[in-house]
């Protein structure tokens, strides 16, 4: 018998992670969605929150080939996260606390019509943590150079070892992993309050030009909102934070994240062209 080649060694080796992996994967339909997710603790799952239907019932595919009803726990469109319930006796996988660095092997295993799938490509970027398009923070940014389809969004991603750092989901032009540290802090607010906390002064804003930069024009006033309480009325133009010049209505609302509720700011105006100051504590959201 000739001894094992190194490409299949290493091709066994792969085999050998997504068996030991596959088991904690399931497939998630909902309305006429299809994604992937994997169990994150006994009875809960993780997927990607843009793959799951706004509406409708949601059923697990198990790896037995049986089905089960699962329900909404809680689900953040700015990380892309979302937390189902599901009566399953499937073990959770354990999460690694750090990414392979850049140029590693990755092995993204999913499932695709209801059946297991696997991927294989390499971490193509690595980088600090970044704020997502919708005002989410994710704690670093890894990508990976590999193609998933659409049923594909929110399985595991592995390094070399057979250890998960995240979840790949499709990012405008490629794909993205949601890594440990932000599925932890996310689901377990989503477990415990089905909601991610965000910061609210309950103002309709417009970007307005001024002589000396930006301003935004106060539309509307939720009348049970903080910055009514602190005296900031329609036509009011907020002008900086915390002395700090505004740069942009986008950007004002990126400061308001899960950390903003319950701190106080001093929000600067111009009223009739005069300024004026008010301490504002930043409420939360209510939900929708």
Known sequence: MTDPTPLSSLSSALADVVARTAPSIVSVHSHRSR??????????????????A????????LPDGSTAVATIAGRDHTTDIALLRANTDIAPVKLAATAPPLG?????????????????????????????????????????????????EGGLALDASGEAFGMAVLGPRRVLVIPTATIERVAAQLETRGRIARGYLGLGLQPVRLDDGVGAMVMNVDKAGPAAAAGI???????????????????????LGPASVGTVVDVAVRRGGEPASFKVTIGERPEA
Do not use: C, H, Y
Request: charged share 25%; hydrophobic share 40%.
């Open 233 to 255: 009325r329609q036509g009011d133009v907020i002008v900086a934070v915390n002395d700090q010049k505004l740069s942009g209505v986008r950007a004002l609302s990126r400061t």
């Open 35 to 52: 994604s992937t997710g994997f169990v994150w603790k006994p009875g809960l799952i993780v997927t990607a929150d843009e793959a799951l």
């Open 104 to 152: 590693s092997l990755s092995v993204v295993v999913t499932t695709d019509r209801d059946a297991p799938s696997a991927a294989l490509g390499m971490v193509s970027a690595s980088g600090k943590g970044w704020r997502s398009l919708r005002g989410g923070d994710i704690d670093a940014r890894i990508e990976l150079d590999l193609r998933l389809r659409d049923s594909q």
């Open 54 to 61: 706004d509406e409708g019932e949601v059923q697990i595919g």
